[in-house]
């Protein structure tokens, strides 16, 4: 397999991730409207769970692409088809998001809705977005790709504590230590 094909997987991997997520925060989400707070609480776990599994996948994909970097590759080119998989490199990448969301939110006071929040992140971020930003999902025509890398991007800010992990439901704010992050250039690279 080609070192490309490899990066492709792992794109691919952590794609079906997203959408196993995504589906976890609409159960969780819709349990706790009906107050089944144990199902809710069931999915929250399930997600807290996933995260970390989509932590792990992450450090591989780094770990390969360290390897790579080591020494030269020689393997022999295969030809592989991905139907419905935007190739690699053409949406923006997950960490171009920190940045605009932090700033998003001291100037919304310090917090703000998921839609105000994003609202404000493409006001950003519009010229660095490209056409296959702005495309749906093909497993979620619902949801748009950018938006959906940025709530992932989001998930790691509220595990790093640079965004609070306790704000109420819908709602994203920033930490003291996010406030601080933004003063300190190399601690959003």
């Given at each position: 397999?080609e070192?490309?094909?490899?990066?492709?997987?792992?794109?691919?991997l952590?794609?079906?991730?997203?959408?196993?997520?995504?589906?976890?925060?609409e159960?969780?989400a819709?349990?706790f409207?009906?107050?089944?707070?144990?199902?809710?609480?069931h999915?929250?776990?399930?997600?807290?769970?996933?995260?970390?599994f989509?932590e792990?996948?992450?450090?591989?994909?780094?770990?390969?692409a360290?390897?790579?970097?080591?020494?030269?590759?020689?393997?022999k080119?295969?030809?592989r088809?991905v139907?419905?998989r935007l190739?690699?490199?053409?949406?923006t990448?997950?960490?171009?998001?920190?940045?605009p969301?932090?700033?998003?939110?001291?100037?919304?006071?310090?917090?703000?809705?998921?839609?105000?929040?994003?609202?404000?992140v493409?006001?950003?971020?519009?010229?660095?977005?490209?056409?296959?930003?702005?495309?749906?999902?093909?497993?979620?025509?619902k949801?748009?790709?950018?938006?959906?890398?940025?709530?992932?991007?989001r998930?790691?800010?509220?595990?790093e504590?640079?965004?609070?992990a306790?704000?109420?439901?819908g709602?994203?704010?920033?930490?003291?230590?996010?406030?601080?992050a933004?003063q300190?250039?190399?601690?959003?690279s």
């Open positions: 397999m070192s490309n094909e490899v990066n492709t997987a792992f794109e691919i952590l794609e079906e991730i997203e959408l196993v997520a995504n589906q976890l925060n159960d969780g819709h349990a409207k009906e107050g089944d707070y144990d199902r809710a609480r999915a929250i776990e399930e997600a807290t769970r996933l995260a970390d989509r792990k996948v992450k450090a591989l994909q780094k770990e390969w360290s390897l790579l970097s080591k020494k030269p590759q020689r393997l080119k295969t030809v088809t139907k419905s190739p690699r490199g053409l949406r990448p997950e960490e171009a998001f920190r940045r969301i932090l700033e998003a939110l001291v100037e919304l006071g310090g917090k703000g809705s998921i839609g105000d929040v994003l609202d404000l493409e006001e950003k971020m519009r010229a660095h977005l490209t056409k296959y930003d702005f495309e749906p999902l093909p497993s979620d025509p949801s748009i790709r950018w938006r959906n890398t940025a709530q992932w991007c998930n790691n800010l509220v595990r504590g640079l965004m609070k306790d704000s109420p439901y709602i994203w704010e920033i930490s003291e230590l996010g406030r601080k933004l300190n250039e190399s601690a959003l």
